[in-house]
């Protein structure tokens, strides 16, 4: 069964850093999220990405946060000047076109650590 | 705004005994509910969904959800849980104009041989 990968799974950055998450959604397709979990609490949307665009993101995803499909395989979130309340385990997800009602399919996550 | 609660944070069982997790969603329009599981190490995987139809859904490895739209609620069950079931357990919904998943707070669900 084909799966969304990430890289890497666990992300160790000195706060104010620059990181980069990377994601390989399932090949075929179009739609693209990105999630996060902060430890004991909810996984929680940050932003849906189609069509080359961002569709929707939510109040947490400022202007620290940027999405990218640079080529037709990866889907990156970018997190600029990290801060302590950036460590979450970040998940990937994509789907195909059929709708809303399409499961989301999940990559194992990247742990993001910052010091 | 959209919430889920899933009121059961962990649940520990005997195999062989039945399983019920509750999930209630906030939101008056049409949703799509989903259930999902997280094995240990491993990634959230689909169990099934709901989105219109029948509104008991079966989904994999022997799990059903009811959908009671009066209440609000798609409960998980199983009749009779396994060890290999040990796992975190997460309700979410969306809805057809918006595709981002709104989560529970999952359960842990720990059986025990």
């Known amino acids: 069964e084909p799966e969304v990968t990430q890289t890497p799974s666990h992300q160790v950055t000195q706060m104010g850093q620059e990181v980069i998450l990377r994601c390989v959604p399932i090949s075929n397709h179009l739609y693209f999220y990105w999630y996060r979990q902060i430890l004991g609490q909810k996984v929680e949307f940050l932003v849906s990405f189609y069509n080359n665009e961002i569709s929707e993101k939510s109040e947490i995803f400022d202007d620290q946060f940027s999405v990218e499909r640079p080529d037709g395989s990866n889907f990156t979130l970018k997190i600029r000047s990290t801060k302590l309340e950036d460590s979450a385990m970040y998940f990937c997800?994509?789907?195909?076109?059929?709708?809303?009602?399409?499961?989301?399919?999940f990559g194992d996550g990247t742990r993001l650590s910052i010091l | 705004a959209q919430s889920v609660s899933q009121h059961n944070h962990h649940v520990i069982l005997s195999e062989a005994a039945s399983l019920e997790l509750g999930c209630n969603y906030s939101y008056g329009g049409t949703v799509n509910l989903f259930w999902y599981v997280q094995y240990p190490g491993q990634h959230l995987q689909l169990l099934l969904k709901?989105?219109?139809?029948?509104?008991l859904v079966k989904g994999i490895k022997g799990f059903e959800a009811e959908f009671i739209k009066s209440k609000f609620s798609f409960n998980l069950r199983k009749p009779s849980v396994q060890w290999s079931d040990t796992a975190e357990y997460f309700c979410?919904?969306?809805?057809?104009?918006?595709?981002?998943?709104?989560f529970g707070t999952g359960t842990r669900l720990q059986v025990f041989p």
């Open positions: 709901y989105f219109s139809g029948d509104p």
């Open positions: 979410a919904v969306n809805s057809y104009n918006t595709d981002k998943l709104i």
């Open positions: 997800a994509s789907r195909d076109p059929g709708g809303a009602n399409q499961p989301q399919h």
